[in-house]
């Protein structure tokens, strides 16, 4: 995708596990970068008075080069009118509720062509509470979705968790979402550069970081979220990909909830990135393969009962 394209980062996390603390970092540390952020009530923030230059209107300009949004309308509205403010910030945060499904949040890059010809979705970051991550999982599908659509998780209060404890934490995000990269923190201590610019959907910067990314784990449940991957070696034929896709996602797209991969085309030298949230998919191509790369193709999916043959079936029958 080109440079040109503002990266845009979703954060969500459920409610108290300190996705406002985080926020509130981004909007007052001395990080070098400039963001502009959207959230859902700007009263949530308790940022001081001191940062705010002006509260009398919709965007405010915050002291350390952050602009800060209310949503009080339509998201695509917010970040049409964001984008005649280019030159003041360098990306785009949107703060989910602590209730918050980020599907909604995520499509709307895909669904609006305007919206998709300036940003580009760089990362959807989750906030997990360590302590009370398991109570979650109990009581609310929302925590475990916000955790299947993360590509970073902060596994924040990590102080409050013995070693053990946490470990078992981990295995419990580790079942949902295998393919996140995790950063324990404790008041979301997380450097701000290991959160923003990740360009998260470029599986090879994830390899990169994490190079048993691809080790699937046989053991899974009918009816629990599952996240499987698979490569071809050969090239894909687009014309069979985008068939075979399109009509995967039309019939089983409310129990994909990511899809995200790499492709290498037959004919080209260039790496094409796929991704989609349920049914509303995207794509285009970032950039050469590096010559000693391999070429290889490699596509993630997390969601609900996932037939890992049927999939592994369907993506091999994609090569050229």
């Not at 985080?22 to 940062?51: C, M, P, Q, T, W």
């Not at 981990?170 to 990740?198: M, Y």
């Not at 009816?223 to 050969?234: G, Q």
């Not at 080209?268 to 970032?286: C, P, S, T, W």
């Amino acid at each position: 995708m080109s440079d040109t394209l503002v990266p845009v980062t979703v954060l969500t996390g459920y409610l108290g596990a300190g996705k406002t603390t985080l926020l509130n970092r981004i909007l007052s540390e001395n990080h070098g970068r400039k963001y502009a952020v959207i959230i859902n009530e700007f009263g949530e923030l308790g940022v001081d008075n001191d940062l705010v230059v002006d509260t009398d209107e919709e965007v405010f300009e915050m002291n350390n080069g952050c602009i800060c949004c209310t949503v009080r309308g339509d998201l695509i509205r917010i970040v049409g009118a964001l984008m005649k403010r280019r030159t003041k910030f360098d990306g785009i945060i949107i703060e989910t509720t602590g209730l918050a499904n980020p599907a909604p949040v995520a499509q709307t890059f895909f669904v609006d062509d305007d919206i998709r010809a300036k940003t580009r979705l760089d990362a959807i970051v989750t906030v997990v509470d360590a302590k009370h991550l398991p109570r979650r999982l109990l009581d609310s599908h929302e925590a475990e979705d916000q955790i299947a659509f993360a590509d970073v998780i902060v596994l924040n209060k990590t102080d409050l968790v013995n070693a053990g404890e946490l470990a078992a934490v981990e295995a419990q995000i580790r079942r949902i979402n295998k393919f996140a990269k995790i950063h324990h923190a404790q008041k979301s201590n997380v450097p701000i550069a290991e959160l923003l610019d990740q360009g998260a959907f470029d599986l090879a910067r994830v390899l990169a970081h994490t190079p048993d990314f691809l080790t699937d784990d046989e053991h899974e449940h009918s009816d629990e979220i599952a996240s499987m991957s698979f490569e071809v070696t050969a090239p894909i034929d687009p014309e069979k990909f985008n068939a075979w896709i399109g009509g995967l996602l039309a019939q089983k797209g409310q129990d994909l909830l990511r899809t995200k991969g790499i492709l290498s085309y037959k004919g080209d030298d260039r790496r094409f990135a796929f991704q989609a949230v349920h049914m509303i998919a995207d794509g285009d191509f970032i950039g050469p393969w590096k010559a000693d790369d391999p070429r290889v193709s490699r596509l993630v999916f997390i969601g609900r009962n996932l037939n890992r043959p049927q999939l592994r079936r369907g993506f091999e029958g994609c090569a050229a």
